[in-house]
């Protein structure tokens, strides 16, 4: 308990943005028909802030079957990250491994890959730190769509901004050298170029694989 606490503990410091973000998602769901409740539960279920902007963006115009597509495109990027954590994890039982995949989102794993590589990582820090996002992301969604149509147009206010900006923070925690820097940069100019002509959200896909390649690239030719 003392490492799931400890894990639960390392996400305060992501709660502000991750507050923010749940409020705004909240808000754009009662904006396009959804029930406090409704709402409420899809944060509480799906557990997944870009997928779940994804599907109440296409809510009032798209089939069932196009949200599902569109929101599964979006999560590929656990496939990346999975990958990365796998051996740290290896070691455990395939119900300890679905455990920590199912409640894995974007800030747990920046925290809990960050653990593992200082050497200080556990399966009871990862699912402490999966559990705090969880209570944090949570309430967020039900308070922000409790809150309804309050705020009309979030934008005006920078909330759309939280995003990217508690994502740069901590892509901060990853850069240690300059093959570091260099993916991260070279990631971030492929998505801007594929942006303008991918449609969806198709090129975070692209730059996570490119980004990815140019990693393993860099790293074979600083051993050589």
Known sequence: MREFRRGALATIPLAPGIIAFGLLYGMMARQVGLSPWQAAAMSMVVHAGSSQFMAVGMWLTSSVSEIIVATLV????????????????????????????????????????????????????????NAGIWLIWAP??????????AIPEP??????????????????????DRIGLAVALGAGVV???????LPGSGYVIVAGVLGSGLGLLLEEVSKR
């Open 74 to 129: 979006i999560n590929l990027r656990h496939l990346l990250m999975g990958a990365s954590v796998a051996p740290f994890v290896s070691h455990l039982s395939a119900s300890w491994k679905a455990l920590l995949a199912l409640w894995m989102s974007d800030e747990s794993y920046a925290v809990a890959i960050a653990e593992y590589r200082r050497g200080t990582g556990n399966r009871w820090f990862f699912l402490g730190a």
């Open 140 to 149: 967020s969604g039900c308070l922000g769509a409790l809150l309804g149509a």
């Open 155 to 176: 934008g005006r206010f920078g909330l759309d901004l939280i995003f990217p900006l508690a994502f740069i923070g901590l892509l901060a925690c990853f850069v240690h």
């Open 191 to 197: 998505a801007l170029v594929v942006a303008r002509w």
